[in-house]
């Protein structure tokens, strides 16, 4: 298995940036197709973006597409949400996630579809 713990969530106007990142332990995340998920008060999980196992394809949900990149670091056993143009939309609680299955993207992944989580940390942005 692989432990995940995200950091780099904190507080920033709206039109600012922040970079997330997840840090894994154990097995290499190479191993796992990665992933970075939110939730905001009174939501569901919902996807953000997704990498295939290898990190050689990226899917992003609509919203954050052109704002938002991901990025990993095999070497470093991390992966990296940089996050631009923030909106107040935004304000969640971000997890990031490891799948142990071979990721297609063909339909929006659910939760249940990554078998491993971090913590979770906070992005608030204000207006």
């Known amino acids: 298995q692989v432990q995940l713990v995200e950091s780099g969530g904190g507080l920033v106007q709206a039109g600012g940036s922040l970079r997330l990142s997840c840090a894994a332990s154990?097995?290499?995340?190479?191993?796992?197709?990665m992933g970075w998920f939110r939730q905001a008060p009174g939501k569901e999980r919902e996807f953000v973006v997704g990498?295939?196992?290898?990190?050689?394809?990226?899917y992003y949900t609509d919203s954050v597409k052109g704002r938002f990149t991901m990025s990993r670091d095999n070497a470093k056993n991390t992966v990296y949400l940089q996050m631009d143009s923030l909106k107040p939309e935004d304000t969640a609680v971000y997890y990031c996630?490891?799948?142990?299955?071979?990721?297609?993207?063909?339909?929006?992944?659910?939760?249940?579809?990554?078998?491993?989580w971090g913590q979770g940390t906070q992005v608030t942005v204000s207006s």
């Open positions: 996630a490891a799948s142990r299955a071979f990721m297609t993207f063909r339909n929006t992944p659910k939760p249940a579809s990554y078998d491993y």
């Open positions: 154990g097995r290499t995340f190479s191993s796992y197709s």
């Open positions: 990498q295939t196992w290898n990190g050689d394809s990226t």
